[in-house]
């Protein structure tokens, strides 16, 4: 398995191209299965997500093709099956996106419950309530999911929470309904704007992205279309948090800062230099970083992914600071692990206190999830010698190319495949 040596203590400098969304590709890359007709992507990142959802549909008979380059091009018009393959379902959350698309354009899907990082209960439930009020009739059973409908009906649907990834299915699924669907107490997520800007792109007929209510309009057909995928907030936002945490000087272009807004708001607040110019975001390190108190929230609030990642700056702090986490009960399996690298962190039910240490010294470390694995090479960049990270495959689904991005910004970070014992002696 592969692990990162990181040599901390270099200050990160540099300027840097913000990659596509993963979580804006994802379901978007999904949505070529409601069109028979050729769909372009571009700004698509290189990460293990984009991989294995390309895979999917390969395995479904999409004609995908994608070398790397951020380029995507797909052909859905000869579909061989409603069932994406098992395995690769369950490696991540998002594969559940091909289930409104398959039910739409195909009147049937038979998908796996998916995997992905283990932060607590993500349940489909409520996909699959959205799809029962659209029409279709579905079961789920020995860790399948089936439904099915000649064709969907719009209906009003009223999320009982807040809801990415049932917003997502229940607007793709709707594009193709008879009639007038209405979504309320929808995400708000760029991602979810995203992904109905390009929906509008291939003919759907959608109003209020954006807004907590959103109105879908059906029509007979969707057709093809070509759309470059929103910048990626949550690596972007890593990025900008390394400035802070190695006293760098880093500076995101094409990169739209309204996306980042509430980070923005608590670098500024922690004491750190914050500049934005038109799509270019730069931050400057500086000394001492402030205490925060921050609660996540759905956006325009602070993202629960970059929970992880604020609180390796925050370690940092001179004082004590305070993390309440709304969205996801299981975020916290990164404490122990920065812990092991000499910050102070104290978590009781949904919060977690860190008082700040003057420096934090190397240690081998496991990131059990994508964005802790981000707050890991984050504390790794800021500690006292050579820190190794394993669980390295949940850093490759979220952020694209780190070692040679880090490397260009003057980290000194290395992939290696050898065993930990031959790594630290």
Not at 135 to 152: C, D, I, P, Y
Not at 264 to 291: D, M
Not at 402 to 422: I, M, N, S, T
Request: proline share 6%; hydrophobic share 45%; net charge negative.
């Amino acid at each position: 398995m592969a692990r990162l040596l990181i040599e901390g203590r270099y200050p990160l400098q540099g300027r840097l191209e913000a990659s596509g969304a993963k979580n804006a590709a994802l379901p978007i890359i999904a949505a070529c299965l409601l069109t028979r007709e050729q769909v372009v992507l571009d700004r698509v990142p290189t990460i293990a997500d984009v991989w294995v959802m390309a895979d999917i549909l390969r395995e479904m008979g999409v004609q995908v093709e994608f070398n790397g380059n951020g380029t995507m091009v797909l052909d859905a018009s000869d579909l061989a099956t409603t069932t994406p393959p098992e395995d690769l379902v369950r490696r991540m959350n998002a594969s559940f996106d091909v289930a409104g698309p398959l039910l739409a354009h195909h009147g049937e899907a038979q998908v796996s419950l998916p995997g992905g990082c283990k932060l607590g209960p993500r349940p489909v439930n409520l996909h699959l309530d959205a799809f029962r009020r659209l029409g279709a009739q579905v079961t789920s059973e020995h860790g399948f999911v089936k439904a099915k409908a000649s064709r969907l009906r719009g209906a009003h649907i009223l999320f009982p929470k807040v809801t990415v990834g049932a917003t997502k299915n229940a607007m793709m699924a709707a594009t193709l309904a008879e009639g007038v669907t209405v979504l309320e107490n929808c995400a708000q997520e760029p991602e979810i704007v995203d992904l109905a800007n390009f929906l509008v792109k291939m003919g759907a007929r959608i109003e209020g992205q954006g807004s907590p209510k959103i109105r879908i309009e059906g029509v007979q057909e969707l057709h093809g279309a070509r759309h470059a995928i929103i910048s990626d907030r949550i690596e972007g936002g890593t990025y900008l948090l390394a400035a802070a945490v190695t006293q760098g000087d880093i500076t995101l272009e094409e990169f739209e800062p309204w996306l980042v807004e509430s980070l923005l708001e608590n670098l500024t607040k922690a004491g750190q230099k914050v500049t934005v110019l038109g799509n270019t975001i730069r931050v400057r390190g500086t000394h001492p970083i402030r205490p925060l108190e921050i609660a996540t929230a759905p956006f325009p609030g602070f993202p629960t992914d970059l929970h992880p990642p604020i609180v390796a700056m925050l370690a940092l702090a001179d004082g004590t600071s305070v993390l309440q986490e709304t969205i996801f009960e299981g975020r916290f399996m990164y404490a122990m692990e920065m812990v092991r690298l000499g910050a102070d962190l104290r978590v009781s039910d949904r919060n977690v206190v860190i008082r700040g240490v003057p420096r934090l010294t190397a240690a081998p470390v496991d990131a059990p999830d994508i964005r802790a694995g981000g707050a890991l090479v984050l504390a790794g960049l800021a500690a006292e010698g050579e820190t190794v990270i394993s669980g390295v495959e949940y850093i490759d689904r979220g952020y694209q190319n780190l070692e040679d991005r880090l490397r260009h910004l003057g980290a000194r970070v290395r992939r290696v495949e050898e065993p930990l014992k031959q790594i630290v002696g």
